[in-house]
């Protein structure tokens, strides 16, 4: 069964004080990893596409990594509005499959 | 990146009505639209997935009667929450993927429901 685990399911951190969100995937053939940053009452907001092992991509304070087994999202020196849930998801390898989603890791950071 | 627009964000209904929500896609074409339900801290679930023109497939456990799901066009999918009882009162967002096959899907703003 295709599933997708996030940790840790809360992370505080001060402003400045770098840290790292994983999510751990088992699929049948992955398609590609998703990283969605999602604000209270609101729909995810797309950040990252990740399609194989060992791809990297970086948008400001945020890196992606990919494994064959998972994800990372490194936020370095973050601020308070880099708070909000990160949602991680995955597509098995079957075009036009929908999205299955982690819980997601709710990160708070304070000044 | 892409547009997804949703309507209306917020409704209360009355038990035993119905409610409908839009999903348009602003600036593509999109072939399939996906419905999912969000309850407070939990992951999105998915409920249906909707190809333009053709019935839309429900995931194990979701009744088809009580969510009715229509892609008439290109650019518009609707949920219509038929009956509506407390219970059903959730976050419901709904994402479209272009006609080009690419991976990305983008999401709407996200409906909340609150039936009293």
């Known amino acids: 069964e295709d599933q997708v685990t996030q940790s840790p399911e809360a992370l505080r951190l001060q402003e400045g004080e770098s840290s790292s969100l994983n999510c751990s995937y088992t699929?049948?053939?992955?398609?590609?990893l998703f990283w969605y940053r999602q604000d209270p009452g609101k729909g995810p907001e797309f950040l990252f596409t990740?399609?194989?092992a060992g791809e990297e991509k970086e948008k400001e304070r945020l890196k992606a990594t990919l494994t064959k087994k998972e994800s990372f999202l490194h936020i370095t020196a973050p601020k308070p509005e880099d708070s909000a849930t990160y949602l991680c998801?995955?597509?098995?390898?079957?075009?036009?499959?929908?999205?299955?989603f982690g819980k997601g890791t709710t990160l708070s950071v304070s000044s | 990146g892409a547009v997804v627009s949703q309507h209306p964000s917020r409704v209360i209904c009355k038990s035993g009505t119905s409610v409908k929500i839009e999903c348009r896609s602003l600036?593509?074409?999109?072939?399939?639209m996906f419905w999912y339900r969000q309850f407070p801290k939990q992951s999105l679930m998915l409920m249906a997935t909707?190809?333009?023109?053709?019935?839309?497939?429900?995931e194990q456990g979701v009744e088809k009667d009580k969510f009715l799901i229509n892609h008439a066009s290109l650019t518009l999918s609707t949920l219509t929450v038929t009956s509506a009882h407390p219970e059903d009162s959730s976050f419901y967002i709904c994402?479209?993927?272009?006609?080009?096959?690419?991976?990305?899907?983008?999401f709407g703003q996200g409906t909340r429901l609150t039936v009293v």
């Open positions: 994402s479209a993927r272009d006609h080009t096959g690419t991976t990305e899907a983008f």
């Open positions: 699929v049948s053939g992955l398609r590609g």
């Open positions: 990740l399609y194989s």
């Open positions: 998801a995955v597509q098995a390898n079957q075009a036009g499959t929908a999205l299955i």
């Open positions: 600036d593509f074409q999109a072939t399939t």
């Open positions: 909707s190809n333009e023109g053709s019935k839309a497939t429900y």
